[in-house]
């Protein structure tokens, strides 16, 4: 009996502590998934770095509160996989690259500032290292931030979207207004209660996503 109460009370201790750290936790706070999220899976929060390196610096962290990348399950590292290729999608459509740098650390000793796993993904455009990494970066104002998880947000969203719907590769987002999306979600996709807000919000990042391409194109 002794035994049982001493394992009881261990656990509890344990829980308390963890608890304890997640609610200290800069990544735990739901301001913070709020105002950096781009993209949110079953086990995943994406999000844009608010101190970039390089512009496009995102964050890819567990919602479990975990300090290393041991400590992640098979399900989480699978789902990771499928997450890296999507973010290198909006990498290419945004930044023009499918080239990028990964980067994780784990414990003081090995730099890790937050006790909270989180994956640096680093498009990589024309940069040296040094201007990636012998630099002390800027931090984004609210506006700028905003901007950015805008735009990024709206690549993920309609991304997503349109391999749900089983387009991918050579189609063109343009090609894609909003009454045909909104269609395709309506009977495709079964949404029984399509809301005015939903498409609403697909006009919104459809006007994002436009607006980017045709800025890329003048460039261009």
């Given amino acids: 009996m002794q035994?049982?109460?001493?394992?009881?009370?261990s656990l509890?201790?344990?829980?308390?502590?963890?608890?304890?750290?997640?609610?200290?936790?800069?990544f735990c706070k739901e301001e913070t998934i709020e105002n950096q999220a781009v993209f949110q899976s079953e086990y995943f929060n994406v999000l844009i770095d608010y101190e970039p390196r390089v512009r496009g610096h995102l964050l890819v962290i567990p919602k479990r509160h975990l300090a290393k990348a041991h400590e992640l399950s098979k399900a989480e590292w699978a789902e990771l996989s499928t997450i890296?290729?999507?973010?290198?999608?909006?990498?290419?459509?945004?930044?023009?690259?499918?080239?990028?740098?990964?980067?994780?650390?784990?414990?003081?000793?090995?730099?890790?500032?937050?006790?909270?796993?989180?994956f640096h993904l680093f498009p990589v455009t024309s940069q040296t290292w040094a201007e990636i990494f012998d630099?002390?970066?800027?931090?984004?104002?609210?506006?700028?931030?905003?901007?950015?998880?805008?735009?990024?947000?709206s690549f993920f969203f309609l991304n997503n979207i349109?391999?749900?719907l089983g387009f991918c590769g050579e189609l063109s987002m343009r090609a894609m207004n909003l009454q045909?999306?909104?269609?395709?979600?309506?009977?495709?996709?079964?949404v029984?209660?399509?809301?005015?807000?939903?498409?609403?919000?697909?006009?919104?990042?459809?006007?994002a996503v436009d607006d980017?391409?045709?800025?890329?194109?003048?460039?261009a």
């Fill in 3 to 9: 035994v049982f109460i001493t394992i009881v009370f």
């Fill in 12 to 26: 509890v201790i344990f829980f308390n502590i963890n608890n304890a750290d997640a609610n200290l936790c800069a």
């Fill in 84 to 118: 890296i290729p999507k973010a290198v999608e909006v990498f290419s459509q945004v930044l023009h690259t499918d080239q990028y740098i990964i980067l994780e650390k784990n414990g003081p000793r090995a730099f890790q500032n937050v006790p909270h796993v989180h």
């Fill in 135 to 153: 630099i002390v970066p800027q931090q984004l104002s609210k506006e700028e931030l905003e901007k950015e998880v805008t735009l990024f947000r």
């Fill in 162 to 164: 349109l391999q749900k």
């Fill in 180 to 190: 045909q999306i909104t269609d395709y979600a309506t009977y495709d996709l079964k």
């Fill in 192 to 207: 029984t209660d399509f809301k005015p807000e939903f498409a609403r919000k697909m006009n919104f990042y459809l006007w």
């Fill in 212 to 219: 980017q391409m045709k800025h890329s194109s003048s460039a």
